[in-house]
């Protein structure tokens, strides 16, 4: 039975060697045209390419690691001592303060009475008094001896420049600076500590700035052709703190690669041969971009923000010039096309981006924006539906200060 | 050779034809085959830096040993898109070829006769059976390359040569009527 089934085997072993079969038409035209349009994979490309992807894949985790590293910070942000205090008087009109030892009462009543010194007492790592209204002690933080200099009320009060007079005093009684440690509110445990976050710095009003930025475009996840650029001016809107509207008017260079059959040719069959065909295409466009989005700041810090953003783009097409690789009648080559009509394009992708700021001074602010544009349409001569994805780098100002 | 169209365009010519007896044997359709055939040269040009051209006799060889494996590989790959769906409709009579020397054409008529058989297999069957039988595959490799156990590859290897073996049965059974 096995002798059967190998002399079936070898049978049609002999038969796959020697049958017969019509080559046909030499295809090599169209072999010659698709090895045009798929470029060779050569080792360095290959590697360019997975550069690409792995920078890319660097920067997102770079981004996700730091928006973590942003959220919690702000999540355990350094507490300060509650503002909000109840104040009563008792009958021998000492100010009590609710919650509080004695000496920490004392101390903010001197804060009620002598703002410049409340003021420096609020900060961490400070030396503070201790009084009963009229005579106060400072106190060397840290240390047990709590009468080192006595400082009246007549002096503070009269004296805006108080915080220099405890330092004198500091200095006439020659403690030494070891002494003077520095004082912890976190640490005491003897002080009532209400944990209140750092107000982030508050946004209002008006803001503008530039923008520049590089991005990859495709034309349904196929192979990119090389970065193009944007370059562009944002004016925005804060509605809340965290809430912001965004217009920009960007000039972008793209560059893309298609396959021949996501090119319509609705709009170029009268000036075309009926029997042309387009295989593939890499082509160049010179647009005017009109993203209108809302921004919405998910992690405040006092000097920085990740936010997220999103909204539609349209475009004004101004230049578009594609090399094309055609095919007429069962002969391959090349030809291009340069299409100067402005046209416009209401809404043709939708703007999906998130990003970090960082407060540059008072009024200034620069972002990292990775964004990716979806497209609702097809744009340009072949209604080629392009998604862009890149990294925009923001300049802005705020009107108020 | 990378690049070089001239040389691209010879070798093409030189080996078209035992490409795409190895696609028309996995492929129902002659045109498909011929799909295959491109989309595999294509490959090959592309990836041609990997090939390293010696002195050795052997080069020959080892390139036809490459373009084989390249069109089994590419004609799966298309019989994956059609989900390898079984096809309706007979073989035209016109893709076969015979030679000139009529001593010769009987045997050819019964080699295409048996080509046939194996394309009128189901697809998974006749994939498994070509890969096996003609092109020396082992079950292990076959498993791993279709995506499918040790076990139902050497099944469907005995469903295919039990199907075999009834049309060859058939073919002998016609052939006697006929005498």
Known sequence: ?401 | MNGDQKCQKILYGHYRGYALKIAFRYLYRYEKAVYAVNDGFVKIFNHFHNFNIGIDEDNEKILMAWLKKVMVNTSIDHLRRSSMLPEIGGIPEKVWDRPDDSRKADQVVLYNDLIAMVKNLQPNYRTVFNLYVIDGYSHTEIAELLNISVGTSKSSLSRARTLLQQSIKKMEEKAACRM
């Open chain 1, 1 to 401: 039975m096995q002798d059967v089934g190998e002399n079936m085997d070898q049978l049609f072993r002999n038969a796959a060697e020697n049958y017969m079969l019509k080559e046909g038409d030499s295809n090599w035209n169209e072999i010659f045209s698709q090895l045009q349009t798929s470029s060779p994979v050569v080792p360095g490309k290959q590697n360019q390419k997975r550069k690409y992807i792995i920078t890319g894949f660097l920067l997102f985790i770079c981004f996700m690691a730091g928006s973590i590293l942003i959220y919690h910070a702000s999540r355990n942000s350094v507490p300060v001592v509650a503002k909000t205090k109840t104040k009563t008087t008792d009958k021998s009109g000492k100010s009590i303060f609710s919650g509080k030892t004695e000496s920490q009462k004392d101390s903010d009543a001197f804060e009620e009475e002598n703002k410049s010194v409340t003021k420096n007492l609020s900060k961490n790592f400070k030396p503070y008094l201790v009084g009963n209204g009229n005579s106060y002690t400072l106190v060397s933080p840290g240390t047990t001896n709590l009468s080192t200099t006595h400082i009246t009320k007549t002096e503070t009060t009269n004296n805006p420049a108080s915080l220099q007079q405890i330092k004198t005093a500091l200095k006439n009684e020659q403690i030494p600076p070891s002494i003077i440690r520095l004082y912890s509110l976190q640490k005491d445990s003897t002080r009532h500590i209400s944990p209140v976050r750092i107000n982030t710095k508050k946004k209002h009003g008006i803001y503008y700035g530039l923008l520049a930025g590089t991005g990859f475009t495709t034309v349904r996840s196929q192979d990119f052709s090389k970065p193009g650029f944007d370059l562009g001016v944002i004016a925005g809107y804060h509605f809340t703190p965290k809430l912001s509207a965004e217009i920009s008017l960007l000039y972008s260079n793209r560059f893309y690669y298609s396959d021949g059959k996501y090119f319509k040719m609705d709009k170029m069959v009268d000036s075309m041969p009926s029997d042309m065909k387009v295989m593939s295409l890499i082509g160049n466009s010179k647009i005017f971009e009109i993203p209108v989005k809302f921004k919405y700041d998910f992690v405040q810090t006092k000097s920085s923000s990740v936010y997220v953003a999103t909204g539609i783009s349209s475009y004004v097409l101004i230049n578009e010039k594609n090399d094309y690789v055609i095919s007429m009648n069962g002969t391959a080559g090349t030809m291009n096309g340069t299409y100067k009509k402005t046209t416009g394009y209401f809404a043709g992708a939708i703007n999906i981006s998130a990003g970090y700021e960082h407060s540059v001074g008072k009024s200034n602010t620069i972002r990292f924006e990775p964004y990716i544009t979806i497209p609702t349409k097809g744009i340009g001569i072949g209604s080629l539906p392009v998604t862009t994805s890149g990294i925009h780098i923001l300049f802005t100002r705020s009107t108020r200060k």
